[in-house]
């Protein structure tokens, strides 16, 4: 018997099979009979908010990623978030969370945990003894983000994290801007790791999806939430997101070059007030960045001096940045985060936060980077004419 004969029986044909897996597009599986479905029961071939496998496929690979026994996927970064922290939380629970977390994630955070009786304390992201000096009894979780949106700021991720395991608290943490090939967390202690898989992770802005990556037993209190909750990942978006992982090293090697490029560019011009990027050293953790990041990120911002007006016409000038939120596509977007993700703040949180009508972030994509330099200069040029 040949090889190509014994596979014909059992699947398909080892020669001329596809490359590509191709897409299990179905929200359901038959079985040959009732044994067969209960072994299937709540497996990857059964109903797909319960698992799927093309879905599992993307799950092993974000896994292998972050150095993660187990991956549960999402339709979207915040059924991660939310579906994470509402199996790791219940009433009478306490969770410290920086003050600078994702938009969204601040919402979940500030006012829905606390109407379901989870009281929550908000810490300054730099300073590690404010999280060791907010933890109590009933903490249970400590959530991380690290950089911050939109100013870059760092967690000292050893220090905060040492501090939780001698509380015995889980430590939970959004990835999702530097992304497993510049950071990963679990590898400095962090139990479970969040992605908005929209970003860097599918790589191309043509999909929502999220991930958690933590041990067997975390990610299978969570892949339950997630059958109650709802949160799947559909099959096809689970296959573009797997396509864009094929590439992620390289895309992202080529954003952390580029930004630095366009943050060293910007440093040296006078018109530019400040710039926030973690691999510059005028970044004032500098030094903790490179201790606990392998690269920058493709993400940036900076303050031009003059008002906002000249902000405006200086984002409104560029040709090569889409104006639009989001970032980790290959293509360059910016925003003026006052005006976007931070819009809903008051002043006095927007100053708080450090987000002037100045700031402009920048999410650099694959693009030849003197493009995109030449792109800012005379966008530069035209608003300060
Ligand atoms: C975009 C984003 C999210 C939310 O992800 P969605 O896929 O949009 O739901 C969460 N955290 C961070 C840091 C993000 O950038």
Redesign the pocket.
């Given at each position: 018997m040949t090889t190509d004969d014994r596979d014909s029986r059992s699947g398909p044909p080892r020669t001329n099979r596809p490359v590509v897996p191709p897409i299990v597009q179905s929200a359901t599986f038959e079985a040959a009979s009732i044994a067969e479905l209960r072994r299937q029961v709540g497996g990857n071939t059964f109903y797909a908010r319960h698992g799927n496998p093309t879905v599992a496929h993307a799950e092993r690979l974000i896994a292998q990623l972050e150095g993660a026994s187990h991956a549960v996927a999402f339709g979207?970064?915040?059924?991660a978030?939310s579906t994470t922290l509402l199996t790791l939380l219940q009433a009478g629970d306490h969770v410290v969370a920086q003050r600078e977390v994702?938009g969204?994630?601040f919402d979940l955070v500030v006012h829905w945990l606390p109407r379901l009786g989870v009281q929550v304390t908000l810490v300054d992201a730099t300073s590690p003894e404010q999280f060791a000096d907010a933890t109590q009894a009933h903490t249970k979780v400590i959530y991380l983000?690290s950089p911050t949106?939109p100013t870059l700021r760092i967690v000292d991720l050893r220090r905060v994290v040492g501090a939780a395991r001698r509380h015995g608290v889980v430590t939970v943490m959004?990835n999702?801007?530097a992304s497993p090939i510049n950071q990963r967390p679990h590898e400095l202690g962090v139990d479970v790791v969040?992605h908005?898989?929209?970003?860097y992770l599918s790589g191309h802005s043509d999909i929502?999806?999220?991930a958690v990556t933590a041990s067997e037993a975390i990610a299978a209190r969570i892949r339950e939430a997630r059958v109650c909750w709802g949160g799947a990942l559909d099959p096809h978006a689970a296959w573009l997101l797997i396509r864009g992982l094929h590439t992620l090293s390289l895309r992202v090697a080529r954003q952390n070059a580029s930004a630095l490029r366009i943050a060293e560019f910007l440093s040296g011009d006078r018109r530019v007030e400040r710039v926030h990027y973690p691999f510059h050293p005028s970044h004032p953790q500098y030094a903790l960045a490179r201790s606990q990041m392998s690269g920058g990120g493709g993400v940036l911002s900076f303050e031009l001096r003059g008002d906002a007006d000249r902000t405006r016409r200086f984002v409104e000038g560029l040709r090569r940045f889409a104006l639009a939120p989001?970032?980790g596509g290959v293509e360059s977007l910016v925003t003026v985060p006052a005006y976007s993700s931070h819009a809903a703040m008051s002043a006095a949180e927007r100053e708080r936060a450090a987000v002037s009508d100045q700031l402009v972030r920048m999410a650099v994509g694959v693009e030849p980077v003197e493009d995109l330099v030449a792109d800012i200069r005379q966008a530069l040029d035209a608003a300060t004419g």
């Amino acid at each position: 018997m040949t090889t190509d004969d014994r596979d014909s029986r059992s699947g398909p044909p080892r020669t001329n099979r596809p490359v590509v897996p191709p897409i299990v597009q179905s929200a359901t599986f038959e079985a040959a009979s009732i044994a067969e479905l209960r072994r299937q029961v709540g497996g990857n071939t059964f109903y797909a908010r319960h698992g799927n496998p093309t879905v599992a496929h993307a799950e092993r690979l974000i896994a292998q990623l972050e150095g993660a026994s187990h991956a549960v996927a999402f339709g979207s970064g915040m059924a991660a978030v939310s579906t994470t922290l509402l199996t790791l939380l219940q009433a009478g629970d306490h969770v410290v969370a920086q003050r600078e977390v994702y938009g969204a994630t601040f919402d979940l955070v500030v006012h829905w945990l606390p109407r379901l009786g989870v009281q929550v304390t908000l810490v300054d992201a730099t300073s590690p003894e404010q999280f060791a000096d907010a933890t109590q009894a009933h903490t249970k979780v400590i959530y991380l983000e690290s950089p911050t949106n939109p100013t870059l700021r760092i967690v000292d991720l050893r220090r905060v994290v040492g501090a939780a395991r001698r509380h015995g608290v889980v430590t939970v943490m959004d990835n999702t801007f530097a992304s497993p090939i510049n950071q990963r967390p679990h590898e400095l202690g962090v139990d479970v790791v969040v992605h908005s898989a929209t970003k860097y992770l599918s790589g191309h802005s043509d999909i929502l999806a999220g991930a958690v990556t933590a041990s067997e037993a975390i990610a299978a209190r969570i892949r339950e939430a997630r059958v109650c909750w709802g949160g799947a990942l559909d099959p096809h978006a689970a296959w573009l997101l797997i396509r864009g992982l094929h590439t992620l090293s390289l895309r992202v090697a080529r954003q952390n070059a580029s930004a630095l490029r366009i943050a060293e560019f910007l440093s040296g011009d006078r018109r530019v007030e400040r710039v926030h990027y973690p691999f510059h050293p005028s970044h004032p953790q500098y030094a903790l960045a490179r201790s606990q990041m392998s690269g920058g990120g493709g993400v940036l911002s900076f303050e031009l001096r003059g008002d906002a007006d000249r902000t405006r016409r200086f984002v409104e000038g560029l040709r090569r940045f889409a104006l639009a939120p989001s970032l980790g596509g290959v293509e360059s977007l910016v925003t003026v985060p006052a005006y976007s993700s931070h819009a809903a703040m008051s002043a006095a949180e927007r100053e708080r936060a450090a987000v002037s009508d100045q700031l402009v972030r920048m999410a650099v994509g694959v693009e030849p980077v003197e493009d995109l330099v030449a792109d800012i200069r005379q966008a530069l040029d035209a608003a300060t004419g």
